[in-house]
């Protein structure tokens, strides 16, 4: 059997790749000997005499359903957790995050004219108080205040 290597090495530098992944057709392996320069083994490549495989990697598949798993909120147990518990997420992002759904329901509430403006005023400091646990929480309230009925909640 013929030596190879030359061709092999211009090959790999025509199609980028390494050594190893250039591959020769074994009954045209005649016609690949006789290629001398990289024009030569250009045209063998486009007669496709010479290939490159493809690149061999890890599949990604596992990845993807883990990913797909944590999106819908699955595998965020004790066990996943790395960090303090305010390290995952401070305690102004929390809040952040409570106050905000809270503030602008009562701002809608006002828009809509449910609740005057001195109620909202109130509610308003009371949320900033932290008196409310969700935006359920202040709806529960208001209900059991009767400043809004049960047609009125969204």
């Not at 944590?70 to 401070?90: E, I, L, N």
Request: hydrophobic share 30%; net charge positive; aromatic share 6%.
């Amino acid at each position: 059997m013929a030596d190879l290597r030359n061709q092999r090495r211009m090959a790999s530098d025509i199609l980028k790749c390494g050594n190893k992944r250039v591959w020769m057709d074994h009954d045209r392996i005649d016609e690949i000997a006789k290629a001398v320069t990289k024009d030569d083994v250009r045209i063998l490549i486009n007669g496709k005499a010479i290939k490159s495989k493809q690149i061999k990697s890890i599949s990604k598949g596992r990845k993807r359903y883990v990913a797909q798993q944590k999106q819908k909120g699955r595998r965020k147990g004790h066990g996943s957790r790395k960090g303090a518990k305010y390290a995952r997420k401070t305690k102004k992002e929390k809040w952040i995050q409570t106050i905000r759904p809270i503030r602008a329901y009562l701002k809608q509430l006002r828009d809509e004219e449910k609740i005057t403006a001195n109620i909202y005023r109130k509610y308003y400091s009371k949320a900033k108080g932290g008196e409310f646990r969700s935006k359920q929480h202040l709806e529960s309230h208001l209900i059991s205040d009767k400043i809004l009925t049960k047609g009125d909640k969204q």
